[in-house]
């Protein structure tokens, strides 16, 4: 008859200088180990970090620089982790911080560290659901276990240890246990404090997604293709920011737009909302190029590009001197103009552009500035058309229904949906279903970026009301 082989488990905390992974360095650590649940080892110490310990983290844990100016490094006990957590499944209230750091740790020494893990978070939210806080102390305080010691390694550590137990014990047949240290998991991988039910319930399909911290506040704002996916992926992402903002996140909320241009409108107008602390700043340039129009001395109309003071209102605005001269160049070649009047050459000369050659002649008196002039007007009048007012229809939320885009004679309006069957040839056809929106700098990049990588986007010109 052969026994059963015996299940070891290490239960450790780490008190750390308090920057993250990246950076972070250990200041305490207790470690236990335990042989089918009882425990068989023991192991607590100070450690020297080798950096200075910020006074918030004094005021938390009561270990200053004093206490361990003598105390060993981590390379004097990092064989002593080793041993005592050596083929032992590796146990933590938050397993992702203590990990992480302790693997970070060994790193710096030149060495890996790998170990099958298990989230004591994550676990007493499964077995002991339906408690408003799972933080160490709240849990501890909730269920009668005793926390002596709070934000030391060995109090810490002796709490869990509890803790462990009585999840041991609540999970008689050990399918909670196994299916937490399946690798492909998604509990295994998910924030500590963040429900695997909400999860679950994100829908696989385009819209937005807003990251909130344990008061509700906005710290993140994402959009996606498919938003559970997307969701999901912060958490398998090892970055330091990803882990951070994993740590703070206790609720997802999200909106379905059923595409992804309205996605990125949406996410963009809740990034400048919000100002959450993980998005980067969506940034507006002080200054920006239009492309203007005045009449010399001679009567010519002659166009150039001009740098103009960003308006929320403006129409036929060009966000870069780069993309404003390109135009400009378009223009020119289109309607035959000059270059020497359109500001594309410097010279007093006959122009002789590098690469636009149709000059009809007015820089050598060849053409009369009348017919010069009309050519000028009409490629003002084909910019100007550029402003009419028009839809982009996309995919809606759902197969009965159609997302629209309006443009107000080049100013973004905002967005809607309307169902499969209305037509949308005319603004009244739309207005009452148009979420207003506000028209901004990254708007106007976004809508400009959509309509020049669809080469065939389905836009509708609209009729509007005198």
Known sequence: MNETEPTYHCVIDVETTGKGINGNRITEICAVRLKDGEVVDKFTSLVNPEQYIPPFITNLTGIDDAMVADAPLFNDIADRIIEISSGAIFVAHNVTFDFNVLRSEFKRLGHSFTRKKLCTVRLSRKLIPSLFSYSLGNLCASIGIPLNNRHRAEGDTDATVILFKRLLTLDEDGKVMSSFLNVRSKEATLPPHLPSRIIQELPETAGIYLFKDRAGKVIYVGKA??????????????????????????????????????????????????????????????????????????????????????????????????????????????????????????????????????????????????????????????????????????????????????????????????????????????????????????????????????????????????
């Open 225 to 466: 293709i498919n938003i559970k996916k997307r969701v999901l992926s912060h958490f398998y992402d090892k970055k330091n920011k990803e882990y951070l903002l994993g740590q703070e996140t206790y609720q997802i909320d999200y909106e379905v737009t059923g595409n992804e241009l309205c996605a990125l409108l949406l996410e963009s107008e809740y990034i400048q909302q919000y100002f959450p602390k993980f998005n980067r700043a969506q940034k507006i340039p002080t200054s920006t190029y239009s492309i203007i129009s005045y009449e010399n001395r001679k009567g010519i109309i002659q166009l150039a590009v001009a740098k103009t003071k960003y308006r929320h209102t403006a129409t036929q605005k060009v966000f870069t001197r780069a993309k404003a001269t390109e135009r400009l160049m378009e223009l020119c070649e289109m309607h035959e103009l000059c270059p020497r009047f359109c500001g594309l050459q410097a010279t007093f000369d006959e122009c002789s552009h590098y690469s636009l050659k149709n000059c009809k002649g007015i820089c050598s008196d060849n053409e009369s500035v009348s017919d010069y002039n009309l050519r000028v007007r009409e490629a003002l009048q084909s910019f100007d058309a550029e402003n009419e007012s028009y839809i982009i229809k996309e995919d809606g939320r759902t197969e009965d229904e159609t997302a629209f885009i309006y443009i107000d004679k080049g100013v973004y309006k905002g967005f809607g949906f309307v169902p499969e069957t209305e037509q949308v040839s005319h603004f009244d056809e739309v207005a009452s279903h148009l979420l207003p929106k506000k028209s901004t700098y990254h708007t106007d990049i976004i809508l400009r970026s959509y309509l020049r990588r669809h080469k065939n986007p389905h836009i509708v010109s609209l009729a509007i009301s005198a």
